[in-house]
């Protein structure tokens, strides 16, 4: 049931100069516009590979979820990877009855479809997000 890869999530103190980065070093030349994501606390900028995303992660402010990850890792640093699935709901349920823990309901993700977080605690120390595979 584990679909495909569709992006990487990278926490960053600084989406322009993680952008630099991901432009100037790496050389890649799809860069989307960044945009807020209020409710997460957070701005995203994808940054488009040949067979994936990286989804770069700037907090708000403080009191942003990813204030605390950067925090521990201040140059930012991989902060969980997104599975597409066929079904977000079936695959949540089927999280849920082999143990793992599910963070919170499933909500709006950055590409506009419904996403989970499962515990990285379940998953081998990897945050993972799944994601409902856009139609
Ligand atoms: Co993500």
């Known amino acids: ?4 890869l569709n992006h990487v999530g990278v926490a960053t103190p600084s989406i322009e100069k993680s952008i630099a980065l991901y432009r ?3 050389g890649a030349t799809k860069i989307h516009n ?4 209020e409710e997460q606390g957070v701005w995203v900028c994808f940054v488009d590979v040949p067979n994936s995303q990286i989804e770069l992660i700037e907090p708000i ?31 949540r349920d ?3 009855a082999k143990g793992a823990r599910v963070l919170g309901a499933p ?16 998953m081998g120390g990897v945050l993972v997000e ?3 595979k856009p139609h």
């Open 1 to 4: 049931m584990i679909g495909r």
């Open 24 to 26: 100037d070093v790496l």
């Open 34 to 37: 960044r945009f807020k994501m």
């Open 61 to 91: 402010d403080d009191k942003s979820p990813i204030a605390g990850f950067l925090k521990n890792n201040p140059e930012g640093g991989q902060h969980h990877i997104c599975f597409e699935v066929d079904d977000l709901y079936a695959a």
């Open 94 to 96: 089927d999280m849920v």
């Open 107 to 122: 909500r709006i993700g950055a590409h506009g479809t419904e996403i989970i977080f499962v515990h990285p605690k379940d």
């Open 130 to 132: 799944l994601m409902q």
